[in-house]
T-cell receptor, first 112, second 111 residues
Framework: DSGVTQTPKHLITATGQRVTLRCSPR?????VYWYQQSLDQGLQFLIQ???????AKGNILERFSAQQFPDLHSELNLSSLELGDSALYFC???FGTGQPQHFGDGTRLSIL | SQELEQSPQSLIVQEGKNLTINCTSS?????LYWYKQKYGEGLIFLMM?????EEKSHEKITAKLDEKKQQSSLHITASQPSHAGIYLC???????????FGKGTTLSVSS
């Protein structure tokens, strides 16, 4: 158990819809990272938050957004969903830069 | 942009055999991490290497970092069925704000 909690584990929805993925980091970790894993692209970094503020952006689409709340949990919002958005979405947390990231079990998103 | 290449892509070994997985970076390595993933599940952190020549071991798994070659290797001694899974190497990007991952090495251990 990594200590990082992601909900829901599975999500099935239709094209054009909007979903919210939730992540609770390990106790004491200030940084939260979101990654997308697909068969063709592998594991890709989306966005990082540190203590409530956006720190870095990766290959995140404009249809996607995220935020980190005062209690440090984070949400990833995906809108106008397309078939290609089907993937495993991971949240990871770390205490800070240069520290190992610990991953949650992921949310499997299926777009029908 | 930085890329990590892992080799081999997949590996089938007999239980009890040793094996090595390599991870080569296209750019300077600032921090190198090894993770294990069961298919469709979360990543389990194995080890972190930060300095050239650094070597770490955990149970039967040893990882080394060759800074000059921009390469890391993961060696498993006397493999067991429990070692089966996907091994991923990740590296800090230059800003230290994210990890860049290799495509992974799928390990199967036959008993």
């Amino acid at each position: 158990d990594s200590g990082v909690t992601q909900t829901p584990k599975h999500l099935i929805t239709a094209t054009g819809q909007r979903v919210t993925l939730r992540c609770s980091p390990r106790s004491g970790d200030l940084s939260v990272y979101w990654y997308q894993q697909s068969l063709d692209q592998g594991l890709q970094f989306l966005i990082q938050y540190y203590n409530g503020e956006e720190r870095a952006k990766g290959n995140i689409l404009e249809r996607f957004s995220a935020q980190q709340f005062p209690d440090l949990h984070s949400e990833l919002n995906l809108s106008s969903l397309e078939l290609g958005d089907s993937a495993l979405y991971f949240c990871a947390s770390s205490f800070g830069t240069g520290q190992p990231q610990h991953f949650g079990d992921g949310t499997r998103l299926s777009i029908l | 942009s930085q890329e990590l290449e892992q080799s081999p892509q997949s590996l089938i070994v007999q239980e009890g055999k040793n094996l090595t997985i390599n991870c080569t970076s296209s750019k300077t390595l600032y921090g190198l991490y090894w993770y294990k993933q069961k298919y469709g599940e979360g990543l389990i952190f194995l080890m972190m290497l930060q300095k050239g020549g650094e070597e770490k071991s955990h149970e039967k798994i040893t990882a080394k970092l060759d800074e000059k070659k921009q390469q890391s290797s993961l060696h498993i001694t006397a493999s067991q069925p429990s070692h089966a899974g996907i091994y991923l190497c990740g590296a800090d990007n230059q800003a230290g704000t994210a990890l860049i991952f290799g495509k992974g090495t799928t390990l199967s251990v036959s008993s």
